[in-house]
């Protein structure tokens, strides 16, 4: 079940830097998308969504953008932190939300 | 207000053995999901109840895996009899409705069959 994929099972950045995140997905009756981030032993905790009538969504330093006819979405974080640090999921929904693989983001102090 | 909540942490069985896992969602969801994430891999979902009934379970093994939620509230996920690759984290989760919203997680039950 790959319709959720995200190809880079790792980014490392220097902090104050942009961290850029992809995802892209093959259903296209996705009609909502997330951003979930996870630290080790922990659940993974929502971060940001869009809706698929929008292509950009902001919240602080986290800005979500949807390509539909790409079916590509991407998480931007300016400028990134060391508590960034963590194992990112892109998930998406048309009803049960299906997750990607997660790429681990570190940044560098 | 409390969030998911799921127990046990942890478990160690052998393999063969039966394991269950709790969850008690965010109050007032009546979405809640069972999911399974491997190591290395993105949580799969494994079935997603509505109130106390059943929308999802395509990918839940249902001849060693089941799950019931009787009162539209808790949930358990029961595995019986346990296999190796079944060591993974169990996540519950909720949210208000199944469709166009956020879906709140739980820490885990980390299982480890040996």
């Known amino acids: 079940d790959q319709q959720v994929k995200q190809n880079s099972p790792s980014l490392s950045v220097q902090e104050g830097r942009i961290s850029i995140l992809n995802c892209d997905y093959t259903?296209?009756?996705?009609?909502?998308f997330l951003w979930y981030k996870k630290y080790p032993a922990e659940g993974p905790t929502f971060l940001i969504s869009?809706?698929?009538?929008?292509d950009k969504n902001e919240d602080g330093r986290f800005t979500v953008f949807l390509n539909k006819s790409a079916k590509h979405l991407s998480l931007h974080i300016v400028p990134s932190q060391p508590g960034d640090s963590a194992v990112y999921f892109c998930?998406?929904?048309?009803?049960?939300?299906?997750f990607g693989a997660g790429t681990r983001l570190t940044v560098k102090p | 207000e409390a969030g998911v909540a799921q127990s046990p942490r942890y478990k160690i069985i052998e393999k063969r053995q039966s394991v269950a896992f709790w969850c008690n969602p965010i109050?007032?969801?009546?979405?809640l999901y069972w999911y399974q994430q491997i190591l290395g891999q993105g949580p799969k979902l494994l079935i997603q109840?509505?109130?106390?009934?059943?929308?999802?379970d395509s990918q839940l093994p249902k001849d060693r895996f089941s799950a019931e939620r009787l009162k539209g509230v808790d949930s358990t996920l029961k595995i019986q009899p346990a296999k190796l690759e079944d060591s993974a984290v169990y996540l519950c989760?909720?949210?208000?409705?199944?469709?166009?919203?956020?879906?709140?997680f739980g820490e885990g039950s980390w299982l480890t069959v040996v």
């Open positions: 998930a998406a929904s048309a009803g049960g939300m299906r």
């Open positions: 109050s007032g969801h009546a979405t």
């Open positions: 869009i809706s698929s009538i929008k």
């Open positions: 259903n296209s009756m996705f009609d909502y």
């Open positions: 989760a909720s949210s208000s409705t199944g469709a166009g919203n956020t879906i709140y």
């Open positions: 109840f509505q109130n106390n009934g059943v929308v999802d």
